[in-house]
Nanobody, 124 residues
Framework: VQLQASGGGLVQAGGSLRLSCTASGRTDSGNVMSWFRQAPGKEREFVAGIRWSNSYTGYLDSVKGRFTISRDTAKNTVYLQMNSLKPEDTAVYYC??????????????????WGQGTQVTVSS
């Protein structure tokens, strides 16, 4: 499975961005697609995840109500709509997939395939 992430950029606080992650190759190799992020000097953290089969979602508490994850199964693509962005959202965002037990959704070790990352920078 190859994951191609795109959509990052520079935005002012309060602005919006939409990230995309398209899977190719053996796209049946994962039941969940998620976004993680890593800021400089910090550990990688889970942001949002979605189950391919039923669109069940999970979010990091600090992004609930601001970020929305969705999927387009026909395009093998997952989106992360990010609204009301804050400077603390600045990070490299990675998409990841794998056969993930829902209870391990937030654990990066549960994912087998990762995209290359896309930079999101929010200025104050």
């Amino acid at each position: 499975v190859q994951l191609q992430a795109s959509g990052g950029g520079l935005v002012q606080a309060g602005g919006s961005l939409r990230l995309s992650c398209t899977a190719s190759g053996r796209t049946d190799s994962g039941n969940v697609m998620s976004w993680f992020r890593q800021a400089p000097g910090k550990e990688r953290e889970f942001v949002a995840g979605i189950r391919w089969s039923n669109s069940y979602t999970g979010y990091l508490d600090s992004v609930k109500g601001r970020f929305t994850i969705s999927r387009d199964t026909a395009k093998n693509t997952v989106y992360l709509q990010m609204n009301s962005l804050k400077p603390e959202d600045t990070a490299v965002y990675y998409c990841a997939t794998g056969n993930v037990i829902w209870g391990l959704l937030r654990s990066s070790d549960a994912y087998s395939y990762w995209g290359q990352g896309t930079q999101v920078t929010v200025s104050s």
